[in-house]
């Protein structure tokens, strides 16, 4: 397994070992152990499957009250997906990072609690997966619009399919609720 890191810290680009011969191939998906030596420390407790067409826009969404921290893949078609620093006084507030993901390359995204994220469709239908650390909670269902120019991510060209509940989406300036940023803890070393 490969961990990269993406211009936002924390989130993170996964290649699985992938195990291939003529009968097809076989992958770890999640191994708690493996994936928490290699920085993703999430115990996940809620496991998602979403079935899209080309163009439909999923995002960008994040949970209030109950964070989630979330673990993605595609098993067909290809999507980029994209996770957004929501969390105010951060360094990266307000920046992107997008990935794409396929059934081809495999790869996985880890998006930590306190980003938003989304995907776009980008293949004639997809099929994501996902892990997170927490249950959906309704009430603390909250997001930011996917268009938000403050924001400026760089979607795939094309019409885009969203809910009647995204497209009504605030603006990242105007969303409530949002996460606030805790530094990393540092061992500032001197001392007894």
């Known amino acids: ?3 990269e890191p993406t211009a936002l810290p924390g989130v993170l680009l996964i290649e699985p070992q992938v195990f ?7 992958l770890e998906t999640w191994n708690a152990p493996r ?3 290699a920085g993703i420390p999430a ?3 809620q496991g998602n499957h979403a079935r899209s067409a080309r163009g439909v826009l999923r995002g960008m969404h994040f949970q209030a009250g109950h964070p989630q921290a979330k673990l993605l893949w595609v098993v067909a078609g290809e999507v980029l997906d994209v996770a957004v620093d929501v969390r105010r006084g ?3 507030f307000g920046r992107w990072v997008g990935e794409v993901l396929s059934a081809g390359n495999r790869r996985q995204l880890f998006i930590p609690e306190g980003f938003a994220h989304g995907y776009c469709v980008t293949s004639a239908s997809a099929d994501v997966c996902y892990l997170c650390s927490r249950p ?3 009430a603390g269902d909250r997001g930011v619009r996917w268009d938000d120019p403050a924001i400026g991510i760089a979607w795939p060209a094309g019409e885009k399919l969203l809910s009647p509940k995204d497209r009504a989406l605030p603006l990242l300036a105007d969303a409530p609720d949002l996460p606030a940023y805790a530094p990393p803890l540092t061992n500032g070393g001197g001392g007894e």
């Open 1 to 3: 397994m490969r961990v």
């Open 20 to 26: 291939a011969d003529e009968r097809g191939f076989f």
């Open 35 to 37: 994936y928490r030596a």
């Open 43 to 45: 115990d996940f407790v």
């Open 90 to 92: 951060s360094p990266t």
């Open 136 to 138: 959906y909670w309704p």
